[in-house]
């Protein structure tokens, strides 16, 4: 990276943050994490035991330097609290995050060194700025807490202000509530960069934009990204959005990880039943293969209470009777590909039918 | 690495003069205050009668410590005392206009007081959440557990008479009401996205309490703690009323109202005298208080 | 349901722990010597040595404390100065009148109040809505005792209807429900009623516009549901809240009744919370609160726990 960086700057940066393990080095390695809520209501007197909300349990992944890391899931699978447990908003209860080869959290990687690196863009837009104070104070907020002027902050947070796309001048001694949604949600982009981080979380991000505005700033996203070298964990319910922005993609279910693979092979040929499913969700836009039934039944079980074995078995077209005893694993596929059924464990006494799980027909939509 | 070459930087800093600036949040509350009628009428009010108050010893037209038992509790309208005498022959109008003074202290300085404490209690409370949270919490708690006017009573008559008693009773009443609002308003905020988004740049939780928590919480707490001044008053008035708090001769428009409760069959008009002054100025800092929180709402 | 009640009562345990260690402060507050306020002013040293043995003062402080509360829960709260008498045995008349009295000015503030409100709830931005506004904002701002020396004026001094003092007829002690007796009632509680009634009005005014504004009220009438059952639906949804309110301000009237009980010499724990100070006798003061103070809290908890029923949607941890 300080090979490409600018040679004249008008203004005083931030120091700048190194490459230290290499272009191989996975930015962000994931291992073990997990978090559990308890609830706090449901104790009864004498019957023991509290509830507890196995919101991410156990999950392992790597970002890698430079890729567009999509998270697909349904709601209360768990992606919001990977992201705040990523970013370290809440503590998670086991687990290691590793960034760039240091430890999070340990001496050579302190907390707030590892805040300038690792920056989330909300999905609230509105939610995310503070109403009383103006888009220019809010995105310089960041830097000065790091050490920059006040001078040099605001200029800087009208710089990027200018370089998300709107324009300073008009902008920049506005309040939130002066602003579209997409324009808040590129304002919420400025301020997450003006960190300079290397990896951004983005959760939601454009969820609740119209979509002629979610394309804007998806393009705007990936202009950024080449810009600036940086790294995206994308999370969204939006399938085609995940599909148009990612490099890879990870499907979460009930706070486990079930598949990994590129965006183009899960897409084309999903692995697990689960993101079979999920994909043939999506309405068909060919009047040739129109949906009949809806592939997925029921509402997600209860995040407190998760079926044994694996978790998806309640609604698994192919689920069978080993599938409720056994809690599946994440396995190598082939091609970076990793994906946790009972259907592509060997041994495990799941009977697999002589073509695998591998749809036989191309998905539509 | 932000931007690309002077040249572009120079194109996308326009000069500062160039910048719109928005209006920001304190100066839209007055606006909207400004264009309410009623609240405008109220704060003339409370104006003048501060300004009565602070500038009583010059404007009374007589004495209002020389007393006279010839002319005791002459009507209003006598040359001379335009709105009577009380019960000791001291002219009515002067008191009245002194006893503003207490009146107007008593009223205002225990919720000021109780403002600045509580608000740093409810917030320490309210961002620092878990223990700190509950301990400073239930202790309030205890002292919530009073009614207000029993509790002031309670220790005003423990304390004695006076006015620094009267006046610290008074605070302790203010600050567990202040205190609960305080930390309510505080937990909400923390707990918006905007506050994560500044711990997850790096800041210490007292950049963060300066910078984001504080702007969004005084402002309710603010306008709570008018709504109390009217209640001080009251009680201030009425610990007087009582024999606690201001003492004889000290004119105070409660302890005017005690004192000339002897004249309710002979003067009626005159025993009432004090108690409308405390009503108007009662009524007049409420209306102002809901014009207020009218003007904070968001929209 | 019964974890929430339990729960909501043994969390009274420490409140009134900490109330009843304030009540016991009181004496320990006030300047001087606690001794001196205990004491007749003519005590001679010999009696000062006795008295203090007697009232444990020459014990540690915590000591002290728990023996007060052990006494106070036998139903001794020492004896009062002034009288000679023990404090629970004045209290104990006391307390009757002035739960009378409150109960009947929250009674009539909560039903004027109530109508105010409600008529005003559904009838916005007309004189009504003004109106009801006007006796809120009256009723919180006027000083009550001044309201009642002026009622005291208007009907007693200058139309002479009702008394102006007093719990009864000359020389009865017992109170009986006859006018001769209730018309010693009608202005202390007439007076006392305008706290409640402005408060209770505002809240239910507010209850019932947002009540009525909210959607599924809108959906309701589409569906034909005729004015009455929305009407009866309205009170549904205000009820809790509007009754929490009335409890809470029957509490608040039942500690912070001195001031007009002084106005009406009307013979309650407020009369008596007067006389405790104007004669410096500390053990009624303490004993006279700590009573009242025992009532607003078990006031409170009925009242939460009746909303808790009440309102479904109390979520309690």
Same mark, same amino acid.
């Given at each position: 990276?300080?090979?490409?960086?600018?040679?004249?700057?008008?203004?005083?940066?931030?120091?700048?943050?190194?490459?230290?393990?290499?272009?191989?080095?996975?930015?962000?390695?994931?291992?073990?994490?997990?978090?559990?809520?308890?609830?706090?209501?449901?104790?009864?007197?004498?019957?023991?035991?509290?509830?507890?909300?196995?919101?991410?349990?156990?999950?392992?992944?790597?970002?890698?330097?430079?890729?567009?890391?999509?998270?697909?899931?349904?709601?209360?699978?768990?992606?919001?609290?990977?992201?705040?447990?990523?970013?370290?908003?809440?503590?998670?209860?086991?687990?290691?995050?590793?960034?760039?080869?240091?430890?999070?959290?340990?001496?050579?990687?302190?907390?707030?060194?590892?805040?300038?690196?690792?920056?989330?863009?909300?999905?609230?837009?509105?939610?995310?700025?503070?109403?009383?104070?103006?888009?220019?104070?809010?995105?310089?907020?960041?830097?000065?807490?790091?050490?920059?002027?006040?001078?040099?902050?605001?200029?800087?947070?009208?710089?990027?202000?200018?370089?998300?796309?709107?324009?300073?001048?008009?902008?920049?001694?506005?309040?939130?509530?002066?602003?579209?949604?997409?324009?808040?949600?590129?304002?919420?982009?400025?301020?997450?960069?003006?960190?300079?981080?290397?990896?951004?979380?983005?959760?939601?991000?454009?969820?609740?934009?119209?979509?002629?505005?979610?394309?804007?700033?998806?393009?705007?996203?990936?202009?950024?990204?080449?810009?600036?070298?940086?790294?995206?964990?994308?999370?969204?319910?939006?399938?085609?959005?995940?599909?148009?922005?990612?490099?890879?993609?990870?499907?979460?279910?009930?706070?486990?990880?079930?598949?990994?693979?590129?965006?183009?092979?899960?897409?084309?040929?999903?692995?697990?039943?689960?993101?079979?499913?999920?994909?043939?969700?999506?309405?068909?836009?060919?009047?040739?293969?129109?949906?009949?039934?809806?592939?997925?039944?029921?509402?997600?079980?209860?995040?407190?209470?998760?079926?044994?074995?694996?978790?998806?078995?309640?609604?698994?077209?192919?689920?069978?009777?080993?599938?409720?005893?056994?809690?599946?694993?994440?396995?190598?596929?082939?091609?970076?590909?990793?994906?946790?059924?009972?259907?592509?464990?060997?041994?495990?006494?799941?009977?697999?039918?002589?073509?695998?799980?591998?749809?036989?027909?191309?998905?539509?939509? | 690495?932000?931007?690309?070459?002077?040249?572009?930087?120079?194109?996308?800093?326009?000069?500062?003069?160039?910048?719109?600036?928005?209006?920001?949040?304190?100066?839209?509350?007055?606006?909207?205050?400004?264009?309410?009628?009623? +609240?405008? *009428? !109220?704060?003339? $009010?409370?104006? %003048?009668?501060?300004?009565?108050? /602070?500038?009583? @010893?010059?404007?009374?037209?007589?004495?209002?410590?020389?007393?006279?038992?010839?002319?005791?509790?002459?009507?209003?309208?006598?040359?001379?005392?335009?709105?009577?005498?009380?019960?000791?022959?001291?002219?009515?109008?002067?008191?009245?206009?002194?006893?503003?003074?207490?009146?107007?202290?008593?009223?205002?300085?225990?919720?000021?007081?109780?403002?600045?404490?509580?608000?740093?209690?409810?917030?320490?409370?309210?961002?620092?959440?878990?223990?700190?949270?509950?301990?400073?919490?239930?202790?309030?708690?205890?002292?919530?557990?009073?009614p207000s006017v029993?509790?002031?009573?309670?220790?005003?008559? +423990?304390? *004695? !008479?006076?006015? $620094?008693?009267? %006046?610290?009773?008074?605070?302790? /009443?203010?600050? @567990?009401?202040?205190?609960?609002?305080?930390?309510?308003?505080?937990?909400?905020?923390?707990?918006?996205?905007?506050?994560?988004?500044?711990?997850?740049?790096?800041?210490?939780?007292?950049?963060?309490?300066?910078?984001?928590?504080?702007?969004?919480?005084?402002?309710?707490?603010?306008?709570?703690?008018?709504?109390?001044?009217s209640v001080?008053m009251i009680l201030a008035s009425g610990l007087?009323f009582l024999?606690?708090?201001?003492?004889?001769?000290?004119?105070?428009?409660g302890?005017?109202l005690?004192?000339?409760?002897?004249?309710?069959?002979?003067?009626?008009?005159?025993?009432a005298?004090?108690g409308v002054?405390i009503f108007?100025?009662s009524i007049?800092?409420?209306?102002?208080?809901?014009?207020?929180?009218?003007?904070?709402?968001?929209? | 349901?019964?974890?929430?009640?339990?729960?909501?009562?043994?969390?009274?345990?420490?409140?009134?722990?900490?109330?009843?260690?304030?009540?016991?402060?009181?004496?320990?507050?006030?300047?001087?010597?606690?001794?001196?306020?205990?004491?007749?002013?003519?005590?001679?040293?010999?009696?000062?040595?006795?008295?203090?043995?007697?009232?444990?003062?020459?014990?540690?402080?915590?000591?002290?404390?728990?023996?007060?509360?052990?006494?106070?829960?036998?139903?001794?709260?020492?004896?009062?100065?002034?009288?000679?008498?023990?404090?629970?045995?004045?209290?104990?008349?006391?307390?009757?009148?002035?739960?009378?009295l409150a109960?009947?000015a929250t009674?009539i503030g909560?039903?004027?109040g109530?109508?105010?409100?409600?008529?005003?709830?559904?009838?916005?931005?007309?004189?009504?809505?003004?109106?009801?506004?006007?006796v809120?904002v009256v009723g919180v701002s006027v000083p009550h005792y001044w309201l009642g020396m002026v009622l005291v004026?208007?009907?007693?001094?200058?139309?002479?209807?009702?008394?102006?003092?007093?719990?009864?007829?000359?020389?009865?002690?017992?109170?009986?429900?006859?006018?001769?007796?209730?018309?010693?009632?009608?202005l202390p509680a007439v007076t006392m009623s305008f706290i409640p009634m402005g408060i209770?009005?505002?809240?239910?005014?507010?209850?019932?516009?947002?009540?009525?504004?909210?959607?599924?009220?809108?959906?309701?009438?589409?569906?034909?549901?005729?004015?009455?059952?929305?009407?009866?639906?309205?009170?549904?949804?205000?009820?809790?809240?509007?009754?929490?309110?009335?409890?809470?301000q029957?509490?608040y009237l039942?500690g912070g009744s001195i001031l007009i009980e002084t106005v009406f010499?009307w013979?309650?724990?407020g009369?008596?919370?007067?006389?405790?100070?104007?004669?410096?006798?500390?053990?009624?003061?303490?004993?006279?609160?700590?009573?009242?103070?025992?009532?607003?809290?078990?006031?409170?908890?009925?009242?939460?726990?009746?909303?808790?029923?009440?309102?479904?949607?109390?979520?309690?941890?």
């Amino acid at each position: 990276m300080a090979d490409t960086e600018a040679t004249t700057t008008p203004h005083p940066l931030l120091p700048s943050l190194p490459d230290l393990g290499g272009p191989r080095q996975p930015l962000l390695t994931v291992r073990g994490l997990s978090r559990h809520f308890a609830l706090k209501s449901a104790a009864w007197f004498g019957a023991g035991g509290r509830a507890v909300v196995r919101a991410v349990d156990g999950i392992d992944f790597d970002i890698l330097k430079r890729e567009t890391l999509g998270v697909v899931g349904e709601s209360g699978c768990g992606k919001s609290t990977t992201a705040r447990l990523l970013m370290q908003l809440i503590e998670p209860d086991q687990g290691e995050l590793v960034f760039d080869g240091q430890t999070v959290g340990s001496r050579s990687l302190p907390l707030r060194e590892y805040r300038r690196q690792v920056q989330m863009v909300f999905q609230d837009s509105y939610a995310s700025l503070n109403p009383r104070m103006t888009i220019e104070d809010s995105i310089a907020f960041g830097p000065r807490v790091h050490g920059l002027p006040a001078r040099a902050a605001t200029t800087r947070a009208r710089d990027l202000l200018a370089r998300v796309g709107l324009e300073p001048a008009r902008f920049a001694g506005r309040y939130p509530h002066e602003l579209s949604g997409g324009q808040r949600q590129r304002v919420n982009i400025a301020r997450a960069l003006a960190l300079e981080p290397r990896l951004l979380i983005l959760d939601e991000a454009v969820s609740a934009l119209d979509k002629s505005v979610e394309a804007q700033v998806l393009n705007l996203l990936q202009d950024l990204q080449r810009e600036f070298d940086l790294t995206y964990l994308f999370i969204s319910h939006d399938l085609d959005v995940v599909r148009y922005i990612s490099d890879r993609v990870l499907v979460m279910y009930l706070g486990q990880l079930i598949e990994i693979g590129s965006a183009q092979r899960l897409f084309d040929q999903p692995l697990h039943p689960y993101t079979q499913a999920l994909l043939q969700s999506r309405p068909s836009t060919d009047p040739n293969h129109r949906t009949e039934s809806a592939p997925l039944a029921g509402d997600p079980p209860n995040p407190v209470n998760p079926p044994s074995g694996c978790r998806f078995h309640t609604r698994c077209a192919q689920a069978q009777a080993v599938c409720s005893a056994r809690m599946p694993t994440l396995v190598e596929h082939g091609n970076g590909s990793r994906v946790a059924c009972l259907a592509y464990e060997p041994d495990t006494g799941y009977r697999a039918n002589g073509s695998g799980l591998i749809m036989k027909e191309p998905i539509h939509g | 690495m932000l931007v690309t070459s002077p040249d572009a930087a120079a194109a996308a800093t326009p000069p500062d003069a160039a910048y719109v600036r928005s209006r920001g949040h304190a100066a839209n509350v007055v606006r909207k205050l400004l264009r309410n009628p009623i +609240a405008m *009428g !109220a704060a003339a $009010v409370i104006l %003048l009668l501060i300004v009565v108050a /602070v500038a009583a @010893p010059w404007l009374t037209p007589a004495d209002p410590f020389e007393t006279s038992m010839f002319h005791r509790l002459s009507p209003i309208g006598t040359p001379g005392s335009p709105l009577g005498t009380d019960e000791l022959g001291r002219d009515l109008l002067s008191r009245l206009m002194l006893g503003g003074r207490l009146s107007l202290f008593m009223g205002i300085v225990p919720v000021l007081l109780a403002f600045f404490i509580a608000s740093a209690l409810g917030i320490l409370a309210g961002y620092a959440g878990g223990l700190t949270n509950s301990a400073i919490m239930r202790t309030i708690d205890v002292l919530y557990a009073f009614p207000s006017v029993l509790l002031a009573i309670a220790l005003s008559g +423990a304390l *004695g !008479a006076g006015i $620094v008693n009267a %006046l610290t009773s008074l605070t302790v /009443v203010f600050i @567990p009401q202040i205190a609960r609002v305080a930390e309510s308003v505080t937990t909400q905020v923390r707990r918006s996205d905007y506050v994560d988004a500044a711990r997850a740049s790096g800041a210490s939780p007292f950049a963060i309490v300066r910078v984001h928590v504080l702007g969004n919480v005084i402002g309710p707490i603010f306008v709570y703690a008018t709504s109390l001044i009217s209640v001080s008053m009251i009680l201030a008035s009425g610990l007087s009323f009582l024999g606690l708090g201001v003492t004889p001769p000290q004119p105070e428009w409660g302890l005017m109202l005690n004192t000339l409760r002897t004249a309710i069959y002979v003067q009626p008009a005159l025993a009432a005298l004090p108690g409308v002054l405390i009503f108007i100025t009662s009524i007049a800092f409420n209306l102002f208080s809901d014009g207020l929180r009218a003007a904070m709402e968001v929209k | 349901m019964l974890t929430f009640v339990i729960r909501r009562v043994l969390y009274t345990v420490p409140i009134m722990l900490g109330v009843s260690f304030l009540c016991f402060m009181l004496v320990h507050i006030a300047p001087g010597d606690p001794l001196v306020s205990i004491l007749p002013p003519d005590a001679s040293a010999e009696l000062q040595k006795q008295l203090m043995t007697l009232y444990g003062f020459d014990r540690s402080l915590p000591v002290q404390f728990g023996s007060w509360i052990w006494r106070a829960l036998h139903g001794d709260l020492g004896t009062s100065i002034a009288t000679g008498r023990p404090v629970a045995h004045e209290v104990a008349r006391a307390v009757g009148n002035t739960v009378m009295l409150a109960a009947a000015a929250t009674v009539i503030g909560f039903v004027l109040g109530g109508l105010f409100g409600f008529v005003a709830g559904y009838r916005r931005h007309t004189w009504i809505d003004r109106a009801a506004s006007l006796v809120s904002v009256v009723g919180v701002s006027v000083p009550h005792y001044w309201l009642g020396m002026v009622l005291v004026i208007i009907f007693s001094a200058k139309l002479g209807w009702l008394p102006a003092t007093g719990a009864g007829p000359d020389g009865s002690d017992a109170w009986v429900w006859d006018y001769a007796h209730m018309q010693f009632l009608i202005l202390p509680a007439v007076t006392m009623s305008f706290i409640p009634m402005g408060i209770i009005a505002r809240t239910v005014r507010a209850l019932v516009a947002d009540t009525l504004a909210q959607e599924f009220v809108v959906g309701l009438r589409a569906r034909g549901l005729s004015e009455y059952a929305i009407f009866r639906h309205v009170v549904k949804n205000c009820a809790p809240t509007a009754l929490a309110v009335m409890g809470l301000q029957l509490g608040y009237l039942l500690g912070g009744s001195i001031l007009i009980e002084t106005v009406f010499s009307w013979p309650g724990t407020g009369f008596l919370l007067n006389a405790a100070i104007f004669q410096r006798d500390l053990p009624l003061l303490q004993g006279t609160i700590l009573v009242l103070a025992a009532f607003f809290v078990g006031l409170n908890l009925l009242v939460d726990i009746v909303q808790g029923i009440l309102d479904p949607r109390i979520e309690r941890s």
